[in-house]
């Protein structure tokens, strides 16, 4: 079992700035790979930002840019600094784990998930 809790959304004004961070625990969590992803309430979770096992990161078409994922391992956390927000980013952000499908975008794929943290951004 990996526990995922998030942090660190809030309410911001357009072109403002959020840190959201993930602290993983668990059983063998160090063989798990992560991402955030996103999901407006009534509609499918889709994928914001992955890392895999290398470092390497997938980013969203829309957050390319503006968005940074990275993995604290000494920390056990994964932070996702958001810059430049937009009203467009408003929605839940959540940590997920999975241990076999290493850099995928597919929720599908992923076996664990924190609760979520809420981002909102006005205009």
């Known amino acids: 079992q990996v526990l ?3 942090s660190g ?3 911001v004004q357009a072109g403002g700035s959020l840190r959201l961070s993930c602290a993983v625990s668990g059983y063998n969590y160090r063989s798990y790979c992560m991402g955030w ?3 407006v309430p009534g509609k499918v ?6 890392i ?3 470092g390497t990161t997938t ?12 993995q604290d391992k000494d920390k056990n956390t994964l932070p996702l600094q958001m810059t430049s927000l937009l009203p467009a980013d408003t929605d839940m952000y959540y940590c997920a784990a999975t241990r076999y499908w290493c850099g995928s975008v597919d929720p599908g794929r992923y076996s664990y998930w924190g609760q979520g943290t809420q981002v909102t951004v006005s205009s």
């Open 4 to 6: 995922l809790v998030e």
């Open 9 to 11: 959304g809030g309410s």
């Open 37 to 39: 992803f996103r999901r």
């Open 45 to 50: 979770r889709t994928g914001v930002a992955i």
């Open 52 to 54: 895999d096992s290398n």
């Open 59 to 70: 980013y969203a078409g829309s957050v390319k840019g503006r968005f940074t994922i990275s």
